[in-house]
């Protein structure tokens, strides 16, 4: 599937790129995105709850800003952020992967935790092969082989590399399925695990605490919600805010912006254009 989305001023459109088939690789999802504009654009990037892995090929340039300043520029990995990211560049062509923290470790072959929230680059993590990646989709010209060779990659990474133990993924599952509302605080005495073991055993596999996750997996139903032009007010009770004002400071700290201005928010519409129905997160 492929449309456009009108990016901040008249000149800048993104096109995006979604597979046709699903990966190989459970809890991963793609898409592709080209920029082209008569300058640079700059746009926020909506947090998600998932890892990142922007593969950047051709002519462009791509740098990425998150929330302590740091700047990454091109193909990078980025972890579970909860502060607002912003994405500067001039004709970037790229493949974004999502992939849960149940599956990132073994696909990237590094913990989650290590990124600690911030990108780094994509040759500091796969040396080599991220270089021939780029290389690869840059000489071949259709999206759907693009994705094919980022799939066969990735499936093949993932052979090899470690999973999460069943109590972590277990905990993680029931974030996601519940939209973040479920209480974390009841996830210990589910698993059987102590909380203290709980919590050291998540961060350490998944790359943040449980109850950062929670809020970070509520903000983006709902920040899906506002994009797609429900009132604030309805999305704060169904998202399970304690109130309006209540979403609000979550936006503004997950954003900087406030719920209106979310809205409309160009960086929002492209990630919903390109993941439709993404069940963030989780594993098919």
């Known amino acids: 599937m492929r449309s456009t989305v009108q990016g901040p001023g008249a000149a800048a459109v993104w096109a995006t790129a979604s597979p046709l088939l699903p990966s190989r690789v459970d809890g991963v999802t793609m898409a592709g995105f080209r920029g082209r504009s008569a300058g640079p654009v700059e746009m926020p990037v909506v947090p998600h709850p998932g890892v990142t892995l922007v593969v950047e090929f051709g002519d462009g340039s791509l740098v990425v800003e998150d929330a302590a300043g740091r700047q990454q520029r091109g193909s990078l990995v980025a972890g579970l952020v909860s502060g607002a990211v912003h994405m500067r560049g001039e004709n970037v062509a790229c493949v974004e992967v999502r992939l849960s923290p149940l599956v990132a470790h073994a696909v990237l072959g590094i913990s989650p935790v290590t990124l600690d929230g911030s990108a780094v680059a994509l040759d500091d993590v796969w040396g080599r092969e991220a270089g021939r990646i780029r290389e690869q989709l840059g000489d071949v010209s259709?999206?759907?082989?693009?994705?094919?060779?980022?799939?066969?990659?990735?499936a093949r990474r993932r052979q090899t590399g470690p999973g999460v133990q069943p109590e972590v993924a277990w905990a993680w599952e029931r974030i996601v399925t519940s939209c973040g509302r479920v209480r974390v605080e009841d996830l210990a005495v589910e698993t059987g695990w102590s909380r203290k073991r709980l919590w050291g055993r998540f961060r350490s596999q998944i790359g943040l605490p449980p109850k950062r996750v929670a809020r970070l997996v509520r903000f983006h139903h709902a920040a899906r919600r506002l994009a797609s032009g429900q009132a604030a007010a309805q999305v704060a009770a169904e998202c399970g805010y304690v109130d309006q004002s209540h979403?609000?400071?979550?936006?503004?700290?997950?954003?900087?912006?406030?719920?209106?201005?979310l809205a409309g928010d160009p960086g929002l519409k492209a990630d919903s254009t390109a993941w439709p129905t993404h069940a963030i997160g989780e594993t098919r």
Not at 142 to 154: G, I, K, N, P, V
């Open 142 to 154: 259709s999206w759907e082989d693009r994705f094919a060779l980022t799939d066969a990659l990735l």
């Open 247 to 261: 979403l609000h400071r979550e936006v503004l700290a997950f954003t900087a912006t406030a719920p209106a201005k």
